[in-house]
T-cell receptor
Framework: GDSVTQMEGPVTLSEEAFLTINCTYT??????LFWYVQYPGEGLQLLLK?????DKGSNKGFEATYRKETTSFHLEKGSVQVSDSAVYFC??????????FGKGTLLTVNP | NAGVTQTPKFQVLKTGQSMTLQCAQD?????MSWYRQDPGMGLRLIHY???????DQGEVPNGYNVSRSTTEDFPLRLLSAAPSQTSVYFC???????????FGPGTRLTVL
């Protein structure tokens, strides 16, 4: 079945540091890929998405590229801020809008 | 436009009690779903609905019932709560054309 593996957290960075959160997937066919963000005490918000190979999703300075050859969708940001502290989830949709999530990565950014 | 709303925000039940978690959306989305979030496990799909009158099981449906009498509402019922159902529950609705799901703020449920 479908699965998503993302790097274990927690990840702690200083403000303005470079962020990478790795995500790899196993799926049948050609899934859509997503990154969701969950701020403390809130629900999940869509951060970015990509629907086909080599697509790059981007939003709020975050980027991720759909790499079919390596089945990866790594999240990157060049300069993190304290306000980026949250839990980040990688997810895929390969069949009829049912999302499969990774376990989540807690990011803490210190001033 | 309130988006996806869930009630209650918090609930404590005793083993064997029943309750309904409410979910409503005002975006006229056909597709709605329920997920549970457990520490270290991400979110897992419980049930989903592709429109009024149509529901189906997700990955972890046991112990839960759903119905979809209107486009707006998608309640989740626990008939006999068990400690294993202690979790945070999220409802979502989907804009299919944009391939984007919108999540509610969640219900934190504790079963003693």
């Amino acid at each position: 079945g479908d699965s998503v593996t993302q790097m274990e957290g927690p990840v702690t960075l200083s403000e303005e540091a470079f962020l990478t959160i790795n995500c790899t997937y196993t799926a049948t066919g050609y899934p859509s890929l997503f990154w969701y963000v969950q701020y403390p005490g809130e629900g999940l918000q869509l951060l970015l998405k990509a629907t086909k190979a080599d697509d790059k999703g981007s939003n709020k300075g975050f980027e991720a590229t759909y790499r079919k050859e390596t089945t990866s969708f790594h999240l990157e940001k060049g300069s993190v801020q304290v306000s980026d502290s949250a839990v980040y989830f990688c997810a895929l949709d390969s069949s009829n809008y049912k999302l499969t999530f990774g376990k989540g990565t807690l990011l803490t950014v210190n001033p | 436009n309130a988006g996806v709303t869930q009630t209650p925000k918090f609930q404590v039940l005793k083993t064997g009690q029943s309750m309904t978690l409410q979910c409503a959306q005002d975006m006229n989305h056909e597709y709605m779903s329920w997920y549970r979030q457990d520490p270290g496990m991400g979110l897992r799909l419980i049930h989903y609905s592709v429109g009024a009158g149509i529901t189906d099981q997700g990955e972890v449906p046991n112990g839960y019932n759903v119905s979809r009498s209107t486009t707006e509402d998608f309640p989740l019922r626990l008939l006999s709560a068990a400690p294993s159902q202690t979790s945070v529950y999220f409802c979502a609705s989907m804009n299919i054309a944009a391939n984007e799901q919108f999540f509610g703020p969640g219900t934190r449920l504790t079963v003693l």
